[in-house]
């Protein structure tokens, strides 16, 4: 089946800092999505992104679909930001297949 | 409210116990899921259903079983509980109508088996 891989697994920052998460997939596939797992559990959607790039206040997503990865990036941190960035691909259905995750903390 | 809601949020149940998980949605979306995280993981697939009549295994279905009682409802059971299905649980929708197939999530429910 498909992987789907995410690096750094861990990022520690303090607020004001820009970062990118990455996520690699293994096979084409028709749906990719960002989510942040905050601290409380809850899966927050962050970007539908099978290609191309899109943007949301602070937060922008890029999927380059024929290479196989899709990059999350957060500028100007705040601790809000803080919890576990998971990307999920689907491929030619929509059941998902979740990576392991980027957790995040960021610090005052 | 939110749109996919689960109950219960918690639950702690011993160890042969039978025990359901429920959600609901108000989306209007035909196809339904259930996914399981287990601490420092992401979510795997457990059963799957993309209308009232139609029931897909997943990934890890073994020693689960579900329900789509009707287009807004779908449960998961736990026919007879043991202390590895301890974990957080997830409901998900998503629409095969639209052009797009984005998956919205309940607030997931944290299940304790002792």
């Known amino acids: 089946g498909i992987q789907v891989e995410q690096s750094p697994p861990d990022l520690i920052l303090q607020e004001g800092a820009n970062s990118t998460l990455r996520c690699n997939f293994s096979?084409?596939?028709?749906?990719l999505q960002w989510f942040h797992q905050n601290p409380w559990g809850q899966l927050i959607n962050l970007f539908y992104?099978?290609?191309g790039t899109k943007q949301n206040g602070r937060l922008s997503a890029t999927t380059v679909a024929t290479e196989r990865y899709s990059l999350l990036y957060i500028s100007s941190s705040q601790t809000t930001d803080s919890g576990v960035y998971f990307c999920?691909?689907?491929?030619?259905?929509?059941?998902?297949?979740f990576g392991t995750g980027t957790r995040l903390q960021v610090f005052p | 409210d939110a749109d996919v809601t689960q109950t219960p949020r918690n639950r702690i149940t011993k160890t042969g116990k039978r025990i359901m998980l429920e959600c609901s949605q108000t989306?209007?979306?035909?196809?339904m899921y259930w996914y399981r995280q287990d601490p420092g993981l992401g979510l795997r697939l457990i059963y799957y259903?993309?209308?009232?009549?139609?029931?897909n295994k997943g990934e890890i279905s073994d020693g689960y079983s579900v329900s789509r009682q009707a287009q807004a409802k779908f449960s998961l059971s736990l026919e007879s509980a043991i202390p590895n299905q301890t974990a957080l649980y997830f409901c998900?929708?998503?629409?095969?109508?639209?052009?797009?197939?984005?998956?919205?999530f309940g607030q997931g429910t944290r299940l304790t088996v002792v």
């Open positions: 989306k209007g979306h035909d196809r």
């Open positions: 259903s993309f209308d009232v009549k139609d029931i």
């Open positions: 096979d084409s596939v028709n749906n």
């Open positions: 992104i099978p290609s």
């Open positions: 999920a691909v689907g491929v030619n259905t929509d059941k998902l297949i």
């Open positions: 998900a929708t998503s629409d095969s109508r639209q052009g797009d197939t984005e998956a919205f």
